[in-house]
């Protein structure tokens, strides 16, 4: 009984820090969304991503703090050179095989395939690299603000 009251007590007291930490900036939605495949809206990849790619957002603004969602689409062949992001990037695939690399050069040995059903998760400021074999699709989900930074600034698609 003795251990009952211990665990109910630190229970209701690490609870509201522990609700509050999964909303850390009060971002939840106050409604649902539903979305079929046909009702995305696909526009041109952005500008900081190589010239191929097309994106959808699904949920959120990646250029605003809080949660978003958003697909990636890219073509086979498609190259994203070695780069890293502020936040934690999660990455499904979808459909295609993301073959992915971690380090700031490109290392062809070292890379991993994920085909579709694939997960990855890289925590902030982790550099990494990754190329596609066949059109393939991904999502990925974070917390704004989201960017890219590439080790090589030269290789910065708002560069060139």
Known sequence: MVRFVLVLAAVLTFAPAVLSAQDPQGTAPSEHLLLAPNEL????????????????????????????????????????????????EHVSVLSGVFVVGQGEEVNTDRMKELPQGGFMMMPPEMPHYAHTRGETVLQLHGMGPWGITYIDPADDPRRQ
């Open 41 to 88: 809206q696909w526009s041109a990849g952005p500008a900081s991503l190589p010239a191929g790619a097309r994106v959808a957002v699904l949920e959120g603004n990646p250029a605003e703090p809080g949660p978003f969602t958003i697909r990636l689409e890219m073509p086979d062949g498609y190259q994203i050179p070695p780069h890293w992001h502020p936040g934690i």
